[in-house]
């Protein structure tokens, strides 16, 4: 089977087809950054990332856009709380937002386009749907006709009055339609903007997607990709958009859309505040840990996140380094395995790719616990092992470095904070948790030492 991709235009399972076999294009949208990302934010990243990946292997060149949302109303707000300029609040979340990427193995974009960046390119786009009767500008705004547009809900296949429930649209005088979206709109002095014709202003969100997938792959994009809550209201408006400006061309052929990330039996969202940001759990987690939970999943399914998970993820690890361990210094390069491949051709079946991989796992180790030693036998269990985990993104770090990790400064945070917790279970007269927690540390080879300054921990 070639590789196959479950299409949410179509809800059909299709063969994948690129428009141009030398290099298949993807868009993905990326975060808002007014502050720490989620391990909810970072689904879309991992998942679609193995995809860019895969077509890269497969088709030796992939053009992969994931933009920076660096203009919005909740980065207004971040600013003004600080009384900081916008871009000192969105330079800093970038550079956190690529650092936790980077952490948890979310392969780099080969573009990454901010909106600040593509002002021009926005405003012109909405000057040609202005001209083509697709928007009108009211009152200093620039707005979306949806009547224009017969498609429009041919994604989320909603009808008109669901739509407008779920936008929750406002209800403005300006507007011709209570479903038509804001293209444009008019900044105060103290907020951002910039200079157009129809006054000075800022984009609206959905605009700026259509503006930076045209500008950087063209009028029709073969793979464009994101959270399925992303499907409704911003992924129709930007088919609609793209579709107006391009004179009713496709937009993207396929549409893509990964499921949520639950955490206490809600979607993970700022919104709720049920949130577990990616800079704090790889302070006290290994990230590939987290990583191997994300994609434990089918990425259209529902994922429950829980301490459990991630723990259960560690001790798999923990076997699979082990193995590799134990195959010592059999020379071995990495050889993807042709089952892994195809469980990814399957609308890329990640759960399946790792019950693979824990096979091969299994094999070896059964191999060596034969008493076999041949590398002529073991090689190819141990080729076939790394390759798996390099489909995946996992397995790639050498066996010490993942069982040493408690040596390094990312554990000490952990530590520190499990002597503080004893410090303050023993003065409020807690002493079976604190000795509790003292023997959870002897046991990780961690001695506490009491000083005139306070308890002091160090390694024995
Ligand atoms: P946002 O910054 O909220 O636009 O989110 C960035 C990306 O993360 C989008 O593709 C969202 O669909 C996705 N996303 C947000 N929350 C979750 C979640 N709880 N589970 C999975 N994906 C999510
Ligand atoms: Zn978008």
Known sequence: MSLHLYNSLTRRLEP???????????????PTVYNYVHIGNARPYVVFGVLAELLRRRYGAVRYVRNITDVDDKI??????????????????????RDDMAAIGAVAPDAEPT?????????????????????YAAENHVLFSVGSFDSYGKLSRRDRDEMIAGA???????????????????????????ESPWGRGRPG???????????????????????????????ENEIAQSECAHGGRIFARYWLHNGMLNFGGAKMSKSIGNIEKIHDLVA?????????????????????????????CVRTLDRLYGTLRDLGDVPAAAAIPAAVEQALDED?????????????ARDARAALAAGDADPSRLAPLKSALLGAGLALGLLQQAPADWFGRGAGDGDDGRISALV???TAAKKSRDFARADAIRDALAAEGILLEDTAAGVRWRRA
Not at 169 to 191: E, H, M, Q
Request: charged share 20%.
């Open 16 to 30: 994948f087809e690129p428009l141009d076999a030398s290099c298949p294009t993807m868009y993905v949208c990326g």
């Open 76 to 97: 207004n707000n971040a600013a003004r709380e600080l009384g900081v300029p916008i871009s000192a609040i969105t330079d800093r979340y970038a550079a956190a937002f």
């Open 115 to 135: 909106v600040t960046g593509h002002i021009p390119q926005i405003v012109a786009m909405i000057e040609r749907l202005i001209a083509s009767g697709h928007a």
């Open 168 to 194: 929750r649209i406002d209800v403005a005088p300006y507007k011709r339609d209570p479903g038509d979206f804001v293209l444009w709109k008019p900044s105060t002095d103290d907020l951002p903007g910039w």
């Open 205 to 235: 969100w959905h605009i700026e997607c259509s503006a930076m997938a045209e500008a950087l792959l063209g009028e029709t994009i073969d793979i464009h990709a994101g959270g399925v809550d992303l499907q409704f209201p911003h992924h």
């Open 284 to 312: 006290k987690h290994p990230p590939e840990a987290l990583r191997y939970a994300l994609l434990s999943a089918h990425y259209r399914q529902p994922l429950e996140w829980s301490e459990g998970v991630i723990e259960q």
């Open 348 to 360: 890329l079946n990640t759960p399946q790719a790792l019950a693979i991989l824990n096979e091969l």
């Open 420 to 422: 503080e917790e004893r």
